[in-house]
């Protein structure tokens, strides 16, 4: 779980918490809330040796349903 306090100097403190549960070594799925906007968002992602392939969605209350996709190539992997 990960917590990340923002502040902007044009808008207030905003609160962001989220969560990851590995399901296998290659699959997550991926939680989160913010406040200030309320936002509330659900993922998944699947990684590929240092390949990672990641869909999300967001509901704002002014923008409705976003999505996003990432892709993300690990230049140097711990063992």
């Not at 989160?32 to 040796?49: D, E, H, L, Q, W």
């Not at 990641?54 to 209350?61: E, K, P, R, V």
């Amino acid at each position: 779980m990960s917590v990340e306090l923002e502040k902007d100097i044009r808008y207030p403190l905003s609160i962001k918490a989220g969560i990851e549960q590995v399901i296998f070594q290659m699959l997550r799925l991926r939680g989160g809330v913010a406040n200030n906007p309320n936002k509330v968002s659900a993922g998944i992602a699947v990684r590929c040796s240092s390949v990672e392939f990641a869909y999300a969605g967001y509901s704002h209350a002014d923008l409705g349903w976003t999505h996003q996709i990432e892709l993300g190539y690990t230049l140097n992997e711990e063992p």
